[in-house]
């Protein structure tokens, strides 16, 4: 079932490391000013746990390292542990934008993408996984890291506004139990290490400067996908 957010138009990320103190502060000017993402519920922010794949030659990690201006990586993702709502997502890297494509799939698709077998995927209605099989097949893309965090959303209408906290990120060194809640995670940046996104279409609304001036913190190109598999060994 394609779903309505199949390609999105591409937009700004801004990414930043940021102090608990610091986002502690941050927090309390967001909720005076903006709504909280419905998926919060109670206030409270919701999980979320990605299974990104890579190909043969761990390119989507390479690149990503080099700073390769245009680049995809692909990933599984799932809320809340739950199999009732399951995306396969391509995330593409266009110069200073980021494009995000996405399809709803079954379960039982989901464990067969993570077996490594594409068969079918070719006759698929969706863009997605037509390239899903193609990289499947001809760079041999495979399940590569589960990727944990909390996101706690703050939204608003003008240029589709996004700010995040991803919190807890965890990763899931090398076990790929995608549905299962208690496999071992361990932290890739260190306890007291928060991550601060702030999405938008064309152009930083003019109010959320202000919202940020009393927070220190700098951009960085933060992918977690590159910090969770820093446990594993690499050759390059």
């Known amino acids: 079932m394609e779903q309505k957010r199949a390609q999105l138009p591409a937009r700004h990320e801004l990414k930043y490391f940021i102090h608990p103190a610091e986002l502690e502060s941050l927090r309390s000017v967001l909720r005076a000013t903006l709504p909280l993402d419905p998926h919060c519920r109670g206030g409270r922010p919701y999980t979320i746990r990605s299974l990104y794949f890579d190909d043969v030659d761990d390119s989507a990690y ?12 692909y990933r599984i993702r799932i809320y809340g542990h739950s199999d009732a709502e399951i995306f396969l997502e391509r995330k593409r890297k266009i110069g200073d934008l980021i494009q995000k494509s996405s399809v709803q799939i079954t379960r039982r698709l989901c464990e067969q993408l993570m077996d490594g077998n594409p068969s079918g995927l ?41 700010i995040t906290f991803d919190l807890n990120l965890r990763s899931g060194l090398n076990n790929f139990e995608l549905f299962n809640p208690d496999i071992a995670t361990v932290s890739p940046c260190g306890e007291n290490v928060q991550i601060l996104e702030i999405k938008y279409d064309a152009v930083l609304p003019g109010f959320v400067r202000p919202l940020l001036w009393n927070v220190r913190t700098d951009r960085s190109a933060i992918s977690k996908y590159v910090l969770c598999r820093r446990f594993e060994p690499l050759e390059g």
């Open 62 to 73: 390479y690149d990503k390292v080099a700073g390769v201006m245009h680049r995809d990586k």
């Open 122 to 162: 070719q006759r698929a209605a969706s863009p997605v996984l037509q390239d899903m099989y193609i990289q499947m097949r001809t760079r041999l893309l495979r399940p590569r890291v589960i990727v944990d965090y909390e996101r706690e959303a703050y939204m608003h209408p003008a240029e589709n506004l996004r």
